[in-house]
């Protein structure tokens, strides 16, 4: 009777086996989570399943979730468009609405223009504009007050000033930048985001806790252009400001040259003062607008 019983129990194994084998479905682990296996005469073939997937691991934080960097780097490339229509301007801020209250603006002549309508509108009050015709990102970066160095810095307190000095003194809590105009010629593209980053990081060093801001560089009437002071440099510009921007902490751009500009990437006529690129006080209240200037 016991070597009856044993003889059936080994033949029931027997027969579970080869059901196991025809009809056989497998889980193994691998890099992907669990698989079904199918075994049938002898061929081996991985079926997906969903019913044996493991839960996904958690995401890894991309760039824009890690806290960003406050000291600005030189960008190892740059975004360089070789045609207007390729590029126009970056259309969008980075910031919805800019920060006015206690603010430093910095720029040239066309920014010298837009001082002259707030100051007409009574707008920004709270605001020190530091600007001056055939201002730079190069001449900001000077602290020279020799006579003989070629361009002027800005007026504050009835007396020149180097613009990195006037900021350590009015340690503003924002600070905005609208220059480029004046680069584009000597120091291209590459040169004067080179410098912008320069500045930046010299303001931080100064006011470590300010925003900044960079104002997008205006571009000329179509006729206006010249062989390098093109809107085309321009256009490029902006964009690796705007890039340059994306990435830093208490770094915003302002765009506000898309919504002047005409179909061929030009200053629209209507907005300009002088066929080349100052403008009316219509573009102004375009600037007003876009940085949320009241009265």
């Known amino acids: 009777m016991k070597i009856l019983l044993r003889i059936t129990l080994v033949f029931a194994a027997i027969v579970i086996c080869m059901v196991g084998v025809k009809i056989g479905y497998y889980r193994f682990t691998n890099k992907s989570g669990y698989a079904a296996v199918t075994v049938s005469a002898n061929k081996v073939t991985a079926v997906p ?134 680069d584009i010629v000597d120091h291209g593209v590459e040169g004067t985001v080179k410098n912008y980053c320069k500045i930046i990081n010299r303001v931080r060093e100064s006011v470590p806790d300010a925003n900044i801001y960079i104002v997008s560089t205006t571009f000329l009437v179509d006729a206006a252009q010249k062989k390098n002071l093109n809107n085309l440099n321009l256009s490029n510009l902006n964009h690796n400001m705007k890039l340059l921007c994306l990435d830093y902490d208490k770094l915003e751009y302002i765009d506000i040259m898309s919504h002047l500009q005409d179909e061929k990437y030009a200053l629209r006529a209507e907005y300009c003062s002088d066929e080349y690129i100052h403008q009316t006080d219509s573009a102004y209240a375009v600037w007003a607008e876009m940085l949320g200037a009241k009265q």
């Open 49 to 182: 399943s969903t019913e044996y997937q493991t839960k996904p691991a958690a995401p890894v934080p991309t760039p824009t979730d890690a806290p960003k960097p406050l000291k600005v780097e030189v960008p190892e490339r740059f975004v360089i468009y070789s045609a207007a229509d390729s590029t126009g301007s970056p259309v969008g801020s980075t910031v919805e609405k800019p920060d006015l209250a206690s603010s430093v603006f910095i720029g040239d002549s066309v920014s010298l223009g837009f001082s002259r309508y707030c100051a007409k509108k009574g707008l920004m009050k709270d605001t020190t504009f530091l600007t001056v015709g055939s201002y730079s990102v190069a001449h900001a970066l000077s602290t020279s007050t020799d006579e003989s160095k070629g361009f002027k810095h800005p007026m504050y307190k009835g007396k020149e000033m180097p613009v990195l000095n006037a900021i350590a003194e009015i340690k503003p809590e924002n600070v905005y930048f609208c220059l480029g105009i004046n």
